[in-house]
């Protein structure tokens, strides 16, 4: 069975989570035996193309391309209030262009029941993103080097954030918990992969300029292993997601995880999460030590159960029974 892969990943759109999300599946995919992946390229025979967004040159390619179109569904209307400009006019699109694909992918309860919502004459399956367990983990010597390189002595308590600059994923809040613990420095990684469209995009980016000492932006990162091992803390403000990658990311390098109490996040994560209503909340788990500890301590062997070889299987059993049909 011949599958590819087709995301629109270039210049900073490499960072944003549909990608990474894509480049661990089709990796695990490459090692599977009874099918033949490949990425990108150009339209061609295969019995599965599988979309992983679907902007303009996505839907070109799904135009011309051969065999079963599927598109796992990162991006919802919902998720793109707070985060781009023009947000209402793009959710317009929405059900046309789902409309377009033979099968949908969604990766979430609350986000299955959006898209059948949406289009309920288009066929969805649920299979929730994965991890590559063996390359998310705790690294020491990355710990210690990232650290030296922004200037973090070990003692120092580091909250890690990785996100897009946007209100939606809760830029504010992390600025106004930061202020809080003036004793603690804080990380934000990422920017704006949709620039000028970015939601509030003036905005941050004069905010970011005038923070505190204790913040930190080191931008787009290419080895986010480094990060997440310098953390000790893993805070999520997001106000609304389809999964929530980078908590998985997070909880599979041993951090304990703060995030915001969204239906999202119950659904996939249940109770191995620290969850906050309001800053309030958060700034009380930030300096609670034992839950800390406790949540830090069962983190990792939680993610088993979304390891990305498992989930490979489940795509794989999904194509073929495309195919099959």
Known sequence: MKVRFYVEDMLFFKYIGCATVAKTLFRQLCT???IEASWKGLAGTADIVHYHTFGPLALVNRKIAGGKKVLTAHSTPRINIGNIALARFINRRYPKIYRKFDHI??????????????????PVTCIPNGVDRAYFHRDEEKRAAFRERFGIPEDREVVLSVAQLTPRKGFYDFLSLSRMFPEKT??????????????????????????SSNVIYPGYVDEIISPYSAADVFFMPSYAETFGLVILEALSCSLPVIARDIPEFHDIFAENLLYFRSLEDASGLVGDRSRLASCASGARAFTERFDIRDIAERHLALYRELVDA
């Open 32 to 34: 599977m035996d009874g």
């Open 105 to 122: 992918i969604t990766i979430s309860g609350p986000c299955n029941d959006e898209v059948t919502a949406m289009v309920p004459d288009v």
């Open 186 to 211: 804080f990380i934000w990684v990422g920017g704006f992969p949709y620039g000028a469209l970015s939601k509030d995009w003036t905005r941050i980016r004069r905010l970011r300029r005038k923070c």
